[in-house]
């Protein structure tokens, strides 16, 4: 699949840089005669005030973030048991959370509760019960060598199959298998082609392809499915999920269980129980990878399963789909933007503990890194064509519409996103995207991503929309300036498209690696 098209399966353009526009070729005498009234140009927009904070949410914030890590991630975890929250467990206090807290204390009466002690227990304890009921558990099967998480009274029946387990309901209206490919079976690519090859009467809702994994979800006339496999040294592995659509308030809360517990090739020694061989009375079934698992609702011959987008998905944002984390040798450590000719600005956070980092392919230095500012500057001997950075003068309003263009190390992403509170980028941004630069839809730069997370938990496979720190664009005028870089003028305001800003600016951007 080519790079191009991996970028569309996320919504976002990759396109390369025309070029800065030249200015007018030559200026026009003025012609004899008195001087014409100069007319006054007209006043720059005044930018939007910021909002009120919301004092609720600032109090929520505050509650969440005093309490230790595990806790905050226990949080969210339970708040997936009780319906309430789709998002990835990360321990970080975002609008997801606090709607899900919200959506818990109006469904339970208790709309003026803060999150104290009390409501902490409340929600644990339902969440407990409610896997206690489902009795979900995280199993090593054996036949796929994957550990998953099994609500196994929900899915009593199970079924040897060759490479991998199915459990399905009792009335086989959702199904869950793990698979394995034998060495040399096949590989994520042709797998992934297979699983989207056209079917008569399937429909394929999202699809995301990486050089270590796929993720594809869609539906039939009566079920959803989804499908994630991941590649690992000699073997593909992975688990489906197909189920009735009449179900899917329920089994949309168990595939976000299972696939956040979803391990496809876990280090020796994790601490899970291991599946249980089937009974006796259960004849191992034929099923080969890519294949749709039977369920209760109509089949497609060949159809490969897959599920709908989870609930709270926004059009054009990735999915938040749980899973498998690549390691830290397959992204690189951040992204930068080439401002000069072997000049590569980027933030201290992607290049910080490097013994050797790296612009693309080519060797390169930490040239200036400040941690006042958090900007880092590099100098490189061959990188791609420099684009004068133009930072905005007056900072973006809350919810004004930004583009942020980073690099996976084999194409560039252009993610959209907006402001929100605190100066904050909310944005589906990936590993890699620390340093990544942040411009309004003019094309002036706003800001670099201060940092990513190091310890995210992705949804399958991929981070959902969340919010990040934004290195201001005051901050990088400042910084560039010391070091000797002139900044272009500011572009006039306008709206372009997201693709057009990409297209404008995005061959000046460039995958920063740190090898150790």
Request: net charge positive; glycine share 12%.
């Amino acid at each position: 699949m080519t790079a191009a098209a991996r970028g569309a399966l996320l919504g976002i353009g990759v396109l390369a840089v025309a070029g800065l526009a030249a200015g007018p070729a030559c200026a026009q005498w003025p012609l004899p005669g008195p001087a014409a009234p100069q007319a006054r140009p007209p006043a720059p927009p005044k930018p939007k005030p910021a909002p009120a904070p919301d004092p609720a949410f600032e109090a929520a914030r505050s509650a969440f973030e005093a309490l230790p890590e595990a806790e905050r991630r226990a949080l969210q975890d339970a708040l997936v048991w009780t319906g309430d929250y789709n998002s990835v467990i990360n321990g970080a206090f975002g609008r997801r959370t606090y709607d899900a807290i919200l959506a818990w204390r109006t469904r339970e009466n208790r709309p003026g509760e803060t999150l104290d002690a009390r409501a902490r227990a409340g929600i644990l304890a339902a969440a407990e019960a409610a896997r206690r009921a489902a009795r979900f558990s995280l199993r090593t099967d054996p036949a796929s060598g994957v550990v998953i998480g099994v609500p196994e009274a929900r899915l009593p029946k199970r079924t040897a199959l060759p490479g991998g387990t199915r459990w399905q309901s009792a009335d086989g209206r959702i199904t869950l298998e793990t698979r394995s490919a034998a060495p040399g079976e096949t590989d994520l690519d042709a797998l992934f082609e297979r699983t989207i090859a056209p079917v008569p009467g399937r429909k394929i809702t999202y699809k995301l392809k990486r050089p270590d994994f796929f993720v594809v979800t869609g539906d039939t006339a009566e079920g959803r499915f989804y499908i994630r496999h991941a590649a690992g040294p000699e073997t593909v592995r992975g688990f489906v999920v197909a189920y009735d659509k009449a179900l899917a308030g329920e089994a949309d809360r168990l595939v976000i269980a299972i696939a956040n517990s979803f391990e496809p090739f876990p280090a020796a020694g994790t601490p899970v129980a291991p599946v249980p061989g089937p009974a006796a009375s259960q004849t191992a079934a034929t099923a080969q990878i890519g294949t749709a698992p039977r369920t209760g609702m109509a089949s497609q011959a060949g159809a490969s399963p897959q599920a709908a987008p989870l609930p709270g998905v926004r059009p054009g944002v990735p999915a938040p789909t749980p899973g498998f984390m690549p390691g830290p040798a397959r992204a690189p450590a951040g992204t930068g933007l080439v401002v000069a000719p072997g000049r590569v600005l980027t933030a201290a956070a992607a290049v910080e503990n490097c013994p050797a980092t790296f612009v693309g392919a080519a060797p390169a230095r930490i040239a200036a890194s400040d941690p006042g500012t958090g900007l880092a500057l590099l100098e490189v001997g061959s990188a791609a064509k420099a684009v004068a950075p133009a930072p905005r003068g007056a900072p973006p309003a809350v919810g004004e519409a930004l583009v942020t263009l980073a690099s996976d190390g084999t194409e560039v992403q252009a993610a959209p996103g907006a402001l929100v509170e605190g100066g904050r980028l909310q944005a589906p941004l990936q590993p890699g995207s620390a340093g990544a630069p942040g411009f309004d839809r003019s094309g002036a730069l706003v800001g670099v991503v201060a940092r990513f997370p190091a310890q995210v938990r992705l949804v399958a496979g991929i981070a959902p929309p969340m919010s990040h720190a934004l290195l201001p664009a005051s901050a990088l005028a400042g910084f560039l300036a010391a070091h000797g870089i002139a900044a272009a003028p500011a572009p006039a305001a306008e709206t372009a498209s997201l693709g057009a800003v990409a297209g404008r600016l995005g061959g000046a951007v460039m995958a920063v690696v740190c090898r150790r």
